[in-house]
């Protein structure tokens, strides 16, 4: 099945600069209407044009293809490919050989980047298994707080999303890292339960974020790769944590889950971006 899209627009995009992975070439498997299962409050897409957990092959694999085919940056100046885009990539039936194609053509490391709402269906955990590297977001271990910051589709539950996250991880044999938005301090009981969450799931890194960029009040196809727009009046800024705040739950964390733990500002002092 190919889902169409209102207009044809590149799938393949960058690379833009990555504090988690290094320069990144991005490749988009939605198209041109942002197409996700979550509906996060910081998203920097802007609203979600399309709220979905049904797969669809919304981007023809040879468009992705030829693109890469067509590619004239050089292969030195891509760190990794990462799969991420205009919404949650395995919304997209061809995300398995569009891994295959990109690592063939580009010998790069594949990185997905994933809300994890699918991971309870056995078909979406083995294509995500051809990934190098999976981030997965993890933004909160209560379902009262999901709701509230991630606002999923109906008919999704918490649970069972942890669940799919948690075979997966059994399974997978690659890097897997969580990637965690931080948009206000935690309570006490909030790391208690989150630190639980992610000694069972054992990852190979916790990466923390917290909102920077101004989030759009529309769709703004710009906004896959990195952008610096400054609020106005299509632009709001979401609630985000202060370096001092961040650093002291990365502290934290590292030290009672004994496993790497970076962050946002940590990386941005680093790279002086």
Same mark, same amino acid.
Not at 16 to 27: D, E, M, P, T
Not at 135 to 148: F, R, S
Not at 158 to 184: H, K, P, S
């Given at each position: 099945?190919?889902?169409?899209?209102?207009?044809?627009?590149?799938?393949?995009?960058?690379?833009?600069?990555?504090?988690?992975?290094?320069?990144?070439?991005?490749?988009?498997?939605?198209?041109?209407?942002?197409?996700?299962?979550?509906?996060?409050?910081?998203?920097?897409?802007?609203?979600?044009?399309?709220?979905?957990?049904?797969?669809?092959?919304?981007?023809?694999?040879?468009?992705?293809?030829?693109?890469?085919?067509? $590619?004239?940056?050089?292969?030195?100046?891509?760190?990794?490919?990462?799969?991420?885009?205009?919404?949650?990539?395995?919304?997209?039936?061809?995300?398995?050989?569009?891994?295959?194609?990109?690592?063939?053509?580009?010998?790069?490391?594949?990185?997905?980047?994933?809300?994890?709402?699918?991971?309870?269906?056995?078909?979406?955990?083995?294509?995500?298994?051809?990934?190098?590297?999976?981030?997965?977001?993890?933004?909160?271990?209560?379902?009262?707080?999901?709701?509230?910051?991630?606002?999923?589709?109906?008919?999704?539950?918490?649970?069972?999303?942890?669940?799919?996250?948690?075979?997966?991880?059994?399974?997978?044999?690659?890097?897997?890292?969580?990637?965690?938005?931080?948009?206000?301090?935690?309570?006490? $009981?909030?790391?208690?339960?989150?630190?639980?969450?992610?000694?069972?799931?054992?990852?190979?890194?916790?990466?923390?974020?917290?909102?920077?960029?101004?989030?759009?009040?529309?769709?703004?196809?710009?906004?896959?790769?990195?952008?610096?727009?400054?609020?106005?009046?299509?632009?709001?800024?979401?609630?985000?944590?202060?370096?001092?705040?961040?650093?002291?739950?990365?502290?934290?964390?590292?030290?009672?889950?004994?496993?790497?733990?970076?962050?946002?500002?940590?990386?941005?002092?680093?790279?002086?971006?």
């Amino acid at each position: 099945m190919v889902a169409m899209t209102s207009t044809t627009i590149p799938a393949v995009y960058g690379p833009v600069r990555s504090w988690r992975f290094g320069q990144s070439l991005g490749i988009d498997l939605l198209g041109a209407i942002s197409t996700c299962s979550l509906h996060c409050r910081y998203c920097q897409l802007g609203e979600i044009e399309q709220l979905t957990c049904d797969r669809a092959e919304f981007v023809p694999t040879e468009q992705v293809q030829t693109e890469l085919q067509q $590619l004239d940056t050089d292969n030195s100046a891509i760190d990794v490919v990462t799969l991420s885009g205009s919404g949650e990539p395995t919304l997209a039936s061809n995300l398995a050989p569009v891994i295959d194609i990109a690592r063939a053509q580009l010998q790069r490391p594949i990185v997905v980047l994933t809300n994890g709402t699918l991971l309870s269906d056995r078909a979406v955990r083995h294509d995500l298994a051809a990934a190098d590297i999976v981030a997965v977001k993890i933004d909160a271990v209560a379902a009262d707080q999901w709701q509230t910051i991630n606002r999923p589709v109906a008919g999704l539950n918490l649970d069972q999303v942890l669940a799919g996250i948690m075979t997966f991880r059994e399974q997978f044999q690659g890097q897997f890292t969580i990637q965690t938005m931080v948009m206000e301090p935690w309570r006490k $009981l909030d790391i208690e339960r989150y630190k639980a969450v992610i000694r069972a799931l054992m990852p190979d890194e916790v990466q923390l974020n917290t909102p920077l960029r101004p989030r759009p009040l529309t769709h703004q196809l710009e906004a896959r790769g990195n952008h610096d727009a400054p609020p106005d009046a299509q632009w709001r800024q979401p609630r985000c944590v202060s370096a001092e705040v961040l650093t002291a739950l990365g502290d934290q964390l590292q030290a009672d889950l004994a496993m790497p733990v970076r962050h946002r500002y940590e990386a941005a002092s680093l790279s002086h971006h």
